[in-house]
């Protein structure tokens, strides 16, 4: 966890401070400046964080609290405390789950446990009725979205690209998820993001599921693709079989491949 914000980053708003007078702020995450995430802890130690995006920001903070509230009727989620606007972007105040994510060093002393829990929990979020779910992440959106993103010069290879899929430019990238788009979509409630740091577990049971501003219908393959790419990134090689088999499901190496290229043009 960086303890220090980068150069450029937003501060906490005046406004939030205010509210939180003798609470103790501190840097909990940080991709690039100046969007920033912080920890707010109580005398008393209850804990939120505090998300700032710039104006433009995808996805927005709004559309993520929308996609909070929803998801938190039917899986555990963090509750939304305040979301509102500041003079130059926006601003997310959630309260904290109970534990620790599941990329901390601490679940490493049983990895086989860890999977097959991280499994069961995608597949309840899964077995969310999509049909209820108001949010479309479907193949169309999404590509069209991706789209929109190479056209701006808004994704960069070097910085948004696996090394697996360096061998693409952005357009050629874009041109290959078109040809090779699967005929059909196995369509259920996807988080988007299903990776180790976004599942909080307490005592080894999950506490809820973090950083649902993509969450919508798609399919299954997104999160699975995702999630098995997280294991290997987070613990190493060699536990992409048991989370399948965990989930209930077979390997299927080229519908993966696709929504990992899809994932890094959209992120």
């Known amino acids: 966890m960086p303890s220090t914000a980068q150069p450029g980053s937003f501060a906490p708003p005046a406004a939030i401070l205010s ?4 609470w103790k702020v501190m840097v909990a995450y940080q991709y690039a400046a100046p969007n920033i995430t912080y920890r707010l802890e109580a005398p008393g130690g209850a804990v939120r964080f505090l998300k700032l995006a710039a104006e433009g920001s995808y996805p927005t903070l709004a559309s993520e609290a929308e996609r909070v509230r929803w998801a938190g009727r039917y899986v555990s989620a963090p509750v939304v405390v305040e979301v509102g606007r500041f003079d130059r972007g926006e601003w997310l105040l959630t309260e904290a789950l109970a534990g620790r994510d599941a990329s901390h060093p601490s679940w490493r002393s049983d990895a086989p446990r860890l999977v097959r829990t991280l499994a069961s929990t995608l597949r309840e979020l899964h077995d969310v009725p999509a049909a209820e779910c108001p949010f479309d992440s479907r193949l169309a959106t ?3 979205h991706a789209r929109r993103r190479v056209e701006a010069g808004a994704v960069v290879p070097e910085r948004d690209f696996h090394t697996e899929f360096r061998h693409h430019s952005p357009a050629s990238a874009l041109e290959f998820l078109y040809a090779t788009r699967p ?13 180790l740091p976004n599942i909080v577990l307490d005592d080894w049971r999950p506490s809820g599921v973090l950083d649902l501003g993509e969450l919508g219908v798609a399919d299954r393959w997104w999160d699975l693709a995702v999630a098995t790419w997280s294991l290997t990134w987070n613990l190493g090689p060699g536990f992409e079989d048991l989370f399948l088999h965990s ?9 993966s491949g696709y929504y990992r290229l899809l994932y890094d043009l959209v992120s």
């Open 183 to 195: 005929a059909r979509e196995d369509l259920v409630v996807c988080h988007g993001d299903f990776c």
């Open 247 to 255: 989930y209930g499901i077979e390997s299927d190496p080229e519908r």
């Open 19 to 22: 509210r939180h007078e003798g």
């Open 142 to 144: 999404a590509l069209d």
